[in-house]
């Protein structure tokens, strides 16, 4: 098993988390964004740096996952993507996307995408707390507990 972070806009405190599991349990990390990113050295952390571009990112995890990989994300096309590779998606929320929610969290997306597209003012995601970070850690000693 692999453990693929789509890390542009992966929060710092949630990328710790990673880096403490990954050595913990001995499970190969790459961490994939636009530029190079800071990580911790270790045998089991990596880092992969892709050109610019839309979806630049999301593409080369897509292309390079293996069905049972953990992929985290926010990214819900990604995480639709990695669903349909056989892979397992986790948003750093600790929510994981599933066959089940997937086409929901799609409708939504594009529901909020097309608002904004025409001038309807959204909002953004709540501020990132606490019990997000533990909520992330729980969901995710869990999935490694079990892979």
Not at 25 to 32: G, N, P, S
Not at 90 to 111: A, D, H, K
């Amino acid at each position: 098993m692999h453990i693929w972070v789509d890390a542009d806009a992966c929060p710092r405190v949630i990328k710790e988390i990673l880096y403490r599991a990954a050595n913990r349990k001995q499970v190969a990390l790459t961490l994939v964004a636009n530029q190079p990113l800071k990580s911790p050295p270790s045998p089991y952390i990596d880092s992969l740096v892709v050109g610019a571009g839309f979806d630049v990112a999301d593409d080369k995890i897509v292309e390079l996952l293996n069905a049972e990989d953990l992929v985290i994300t926010a990214d819900i096309p990604l995480a639709a993507a990695v669903i349909d590779k056989g892979g397992h998606a986790l948003n750093p929320r600790g929510e994981f996307y599933s066959t089940e929610n997937i086409q929901e969290r799609l409708s939504v997306r594009n529901m909020m995408d097309e608002l904004r597209g025409c001038g309807v003012e959204t909002g953004g995601p709540a501020a990132f707390s606490a019990k997000d970070k533990q909520v992330f850690a729980n969901q995710l000693d869990r999935f490694l507990a079990q892979h």
